[in-house]
């Protein structure tokens, strides 16, 4: 199946659409016949509109749409260490409630777990 190609209007066209919807304003159901003449959605006219008020006449020329701009790899992993330091974070926060729960647990049963330090440890 062939994919659609977005339709592109040149300003020329744009500028024409707009005067003869400002033309056909006054008639009832004027601008509504000329979107369905023109095949057009009034979000066009809307957009269009817009562009014209802030007088960006350049903007209402089709704008090129280029690849992505390059990505700083360092930035890419900056993003993933810290996502990755969030969950670790978190997981060590839930494994040390759940090591205090076992010791009151023990401590209740009569069996209590003696307390560690890090540094006697290794």
Do not use: C
């Amino acid at each position: 199946m062939a994919k659609a190609k977005r339709r592109t209007f040149t300003a020329a066209y744009k500028q024409r659409i707009l005067q003869e919807a400002d033309s056909v304003a006054a008639t009832p159901g004027g601008i509504g016949a000329l979107l369905r003449r023109e095949g057009l959605y009034s979000s066009h006219l809307v957009s269009w509109r817009r562009e014209r008020r802030a007088g960006m006449l350049e903007a209402l020329k089709p704008r090129k749409r280029g690849p992505r701009s390059e990505r700083n790899p360092l930035e890419e992993e900056n993003q993933k260490l810290r996502r990755q330091n969030v969950r670790l974070t978190e997981d060590l926060r839930k494994a040390n409630i759940i090591i205090e729960v076992q010791k009151k647990v023990a401590a209740l049963l009569g069996n209590p777990i003696p307390d560690v330090d890090p540094e006697e440890k290794s």
